[in-house]
C-alpha cells in the first residue's frame, strides 16, 4: 500500500491477540483442541501448510492411505510398577502370524528448534499374498538426546514392539548412536542390560568388532543419491499401490472417542491417546511440502530447510520393507522351483 498498491498481507499470530486481551488463553486452549493441532497452527500461528506442482507427495493420496485406527502406545513410566497395566500392554496389538517388525530411526543430536528432531517410526508388514501391507502404528521425536540416551530408548521400543529388524541413519550424528548400539546397553529406568546389536548388511568405516557376537538386526542406511532415490521412489510406489498404512485423522480419532469419559476428563490422556495420529498429520504435511527434482535419472528432494525428519523415518522404514519384500519373494520362488527331467 505504501507502493500505492490497493491492499497488503500479513500474518498475526495469536500471541499478538493474547498480548492486547482480544482473546484468552482459555478460548486459545478450547480452539485447540477443537480444531487439532495441525489446523490450529495453521489458523492461529501462520504456518501453512499445502503442497504445490513441485510436491512429489500429494495429499489425496496420502490421505487415502489413512485407515488405521489402532495405534501402539509404549509403556509409560508409571505402567512399568504396575502389575495390570503390564498385563494390558502385553496384550496390546497381538503379532500376527507371518508379520514382520521395524523400526526406524531417523537421527539427530543438536538441540534447538531449529534443528532436527531424531525420530522413532514403528512399522508393521502384514502378509499379503506374497506382499506386505507396511502399517505405521506409532512414531515419536525427539529434541537434543544425546547418544547414549537415544540408543537406550531405541532397544526400548525395539524389544516392546516386538521387532525383527531395524533400519538406522548412519552418516553424521547417526554413527555416534550407531556406536552406542552396537554396546551392551544398560536401562536404568527398567533396570535391564539390552544386548549388542548388530549390523546385518555391509558397510563402510564401521567397527563390526565392537558389536561381535550381537544380535543381528541393524541396517545401516548411508542415503546417497541413488539410495535416496530408491527411498522416495519405493515410498510414492507404496502410497500409489496401497501398500502403506496410516493413522487415520486426528480429529476423526477424537470423534471415535466421543463415549470415553476419561478422554473427556483427563486431559494427560486424551493427549496421550492423540498423540501418534497428531505425529501422523504432521508427517504428512511434511511430505507434501517436500519439493522434488531429478538429477541424473534420480530424484531428489530439493528444498533443504523445510524440515524433512519424519519423512526420512518412514522413508527408511518403507525402504527396509521393500528390501524384506524382495527378498521374500526370491526365496518363494526358489521354493517353488522344481527340477525336471527328460530322458
Known sequence: MVEGKDAFCCDIPYECSLEHKLLTQEKIDMDRED??????MMEYMGLWYGENEKSYF??????????????????????????????????????????????ACDIALEEGAKNDNSIYLLMRLIPNNGTYYRE??????????????????????????????????INGNGSAVL????????????????EKFDLFNKAKDVDFELSENGLKVMYGMRAMARENNDCIVYLKNAIING?????????????DMATDKRFHLDGEYASSVLFPYIETTKMIHEMINLEYEINR?????????ARKDRYSAIAYANYLAELIEKDEIKKSSADDF???FFD
Open 179 to 194: 556406536t552406542n548400539l552396537q554396546q551392551v546397553t544398560y536401562d536404568a529406568r527398567r533396570d535391564v542390560h539390552y
Open 136 to 169: 505405521v502404528v506409532y512414531m515419536e521425536s525427539h529434541n537434543g538426546l544425546d547418544a547414549q540416551v537415544q540408543a537406550v530408548r531405541i532397544k526400548e521400543l525395539f524389544f516392546e514392539f516386538k521387532c525383527d529388524k531395524m533400519i538406522i541413519d
Open 243 to 255: 501398500k502403506l498404512r496410516l493413522l487415520v485423522d486426528d480429529l476423526e480419532k477424537k470423534n
Open 58 to 103: 500429494k495429499s489425496d493420496e496420502l490421505n487415502l492411505c489413512r485407515v488405521l485406527n489402532k495405534a501402539f502406545y509404549p509403556l509409560k513410566d508409571w505402567e512399568l510398577k504396575d502389575k495390570k497395566a503390564l498385563e494390558k500392554h502385553a496384550k496390546q496389538m497381538p503379532k500376527l502370524r507371518g508379520e514382520i517388525r521395524i523400526l
Open 297 to 305: 535419472d534420480n530424484v531428489a528432494i530439493v528444498n533443504g530447510s
Open 35 to 40: 480444531i487439532g493441532e495441525v489446523r490450529f
Open 338 to 340: 522344481e527340477w525336471m
